[in-house]
């Protein structure tokens, strides 16, 4: 039976020791009934002792507090922390009623950076509040976008499991952009510029308003339309203040000419919006309740502000996140262009390159990406994590699916004397799953194969092959026994026939050798080559195996 007064001391002592030696009735109550649901029969009763004993434990010491609950509970001197599970609640969202998106701009496939946040983050939190979670694609820029993009970018997401309600190209909004456009410069709230860039920039340092300002701007816009006008020639721009504080908000630019050949809509259209504006009209038709994009676009929203104010709209609630930093991801689109270009890397799946597509080629699970997204979760601050948290996630889910297999690098070969006859070994398909089966690894003694490695590093020592036996590690080797040792090296080992394996890596191509059993995989697997590290296998032709490396 419980000692009550034992009990509410210990607690007591807990609650002293984690708070400076001061614990608090309290906070002492509400975890001692937490933990004894009895005990609310007579918590009067309960708090009168508990405040008695308080007084008592916090006249003692921090020592003599610790020796005291040292010798009763000594598990109890260790804080219990409590990861949080999943995304945090966002404060105002509604269930049923919660209207999001992901704007990405087709210029190239996904990096990882993107995908955690800017796409990871709003489709989570539909998936939390049961709302709508929009793909939305910022096609209004002709020269930069190319068809292609847009179907990695869907490729992207489908990969990491993001499914998305709706589907919205921007370009498909034009005729909408051109009505409220002009809805504005009638209003007398825009207008069209036809002031050089270089001259408008210095009014704009000036804070002096440009001669077009106040003029009038309507011919000017339909000619704009009729494709009169070539690119620079003009802008239009909304009227805000020409000395504001903030030079970005110095009548903002809202539509340009561009003359590219669009993807879909071809060269039909010249006046295309830019980003402040196109997001400010599809952000409210596409009923957006929440709009999450990153801190470095702040004033960003404080000029789109300016356009749901002039039509009388409701704003969305922004939620800024910072930026996710991973040793090697800061790498420009542009960048990953010039080095397929140039032949430094395969493609957009290249295992040396941060983009979603070459991770998942690797062997990174759809979930380890949402996993990693909560983990990361929605701060403003920007973070900065090791490529060893993102592998962390993905061993834990793939380490049960994925089964093992042999494979040497760099491969030396042996032989043994002095072993008993025999022809194969049968290891299971995963140590922890014997329901999966075995596999048969055909032994030749007179032509074994280890890593030039370990071959290095222990000749002349005993190492025992995994599942064959041990031996004194030489050109010729001698068996020795097959007893195990706890601290013996073990290391793995690939006899004939085996197949060729070429080991795809962030840091350029491996050669090795594989058990036959390689040949039997079904393309696509994640497997686990034994001391090696995680991969998945891309294709098997014949007797070459190639493997992407996830990580060990």
Known sequence: ????????????????????????????????????????????????????????????????????LKGKKPNMLKKEVRKREGLPEIQGAVMGNFVTRFAPSPTGPLNLGQLLRAAML????????????????????PKKIEMKFFDMIKEDLKSTGIKWNKIVMESDGLDNYYIHSEKLIKEKKAYVCQCPAEEFRKAKLEKRECECRNTESMSAWRAMLKGKYSEGEVI??????????NPAMRDPPMLRVSRGRHPLKGTKYKVWPLYNFACAIEDHYLGMTHVFRGKEHEHNTTIQKLFYDAFGWEAPVTINF?????????????????????????????????TVRALIKRGFHPNAFVKFAEDIGITKNDIRVGWENFEGINRKIVDPEANRYMVVMDPQCISISSAPKMSEVVEDMHPDFPERGSREMPVDLQEIWVSAEDFRHLKGKTVRLKGLGNIIMNKKAKYDGNKLIQKMPKIQWVSKPNVQVILKTPDGDRKGLGEISLRKIRTGSIIQMERIGFGRVDSIRGNDVTVYFAHK
């Open 1 to 68: 039976m419980m000692n009550i007064r034992d009990t509410v001391l210990e607690f007591v002592l807990q609650n002293a020791i984690f708070y400076n030696g001061e614990a608090s009735s309290g906070a002492v109550i509400g975890k001692l009934l937490g933990a004894n649901p009895d005990l609310k029969k007579d918590v009067p009763a309960l708090r009168k002792l508990i405040d008695d004993v308080v007084k008592k434990v916090n006249a003692m010491s921090p020592e003599e507090q610790k020796k005291m």
């Open 122 to 141: 709003p489709y989570l939190y539909a998936k939390k509040y049961d709302g709508k979670f929009i793909l939305r694609i910022e096609d209004t820029d």
């Open 236 to 245: 239009v721009r909304f009227k805000t203040s020409m000395s504001h504080r």
């Open 322 to 354: 910072g930026m996710v930093y991973l040793p090697g991801t800061k790498i420009h689109t542009r960048d990953m262009k010039e080095w397929i270009a140039e032949g430094k890397v395969s493609d957009w799946d290249d295992p040396k390159l941060p």
